[in-house]
């Protein structure tokens, strides 16, 4: 449970006990056992003691998405964004495209050339840049436009599960 204090906010256990005390200028949630916190202006991560595992060094404005981990892994932000850190705050890899997303069953979007496809947790591209948008997994299978028209639902592997055709009714 997050607690906000003297515009200082913290951590309280599920009896309402704070456990990590009034001190960062704003926190996310705990997953994977780690949260995303802002301290003097500064982005980091803590674990469930209170300790770094990435310390502060990201600029936080008031515009910026606080990210979760997910899938054990995170983002970087501005320079770093197209860096992964594992839940020990060590840089798992780097990824050379315009746009990544943040990971959903394994699976994480990113866009090059003007389209997008998604990569592993190894930062593997799996499914090729091939469509217009997607969306992230869920439940095994993402929606994918392959033009303004046509779309897919596709599994992990990019295998077509399903496809249809919007159809304009007027």
Do not use: H
């Not at 936080?60 to 054990?72: H, K």
């Not at 028209?149 to 009714?169: A, C, Q, R, V």
Request: with cysteine; net charge negative; glycine share 10%.
């Amino acid at each position: 449970e997050i607690n906000k204090d003297n515009n200082k906010w913290g951590f309280a256990n599920y009896k309402g006990n704070m456990v990590i005390d009034y001190q960062y200028d704003m926190v996310g949630n705990f997953v994977d056992g780690i949260a995303g916190v802002v301290k003097d202006g500064k982005i980091g991560y803590i674990n469930k003691n209170n300790e770094f595992i990435i310390e502060p060094k990201y600029s936080y404005e008031s515009s910026t998405t606080l990210l979760d981990y997910s899938c054990g892994l995170v983002r970087g932000y501005g320079s770093d964004s197209n860096k992964f850190f594992d839940t020990t705050g060590k840089e798992a890899f780097s990824v050379s495209y315009s746009k990544v997303g943040s990971f959903v069953e394994d699976r994480a979007m990113f866009k090059d050339n003007d389209k997008y496809g998604f990569i592993d947790k190894d930062g593997k591209k799996v499914i090729d840049n091939k469509y217009e948008s997607v969306s992230n997994f869920s439940d095994g299978l993402a929606l994918v436009m392959t033009d303004k028209e046509s779309f897919e639902f596709i599994d992990y592997d990019g295998n077509t599960i399903l496809e249809g055709k919007i159809i304009d009714k007027e």
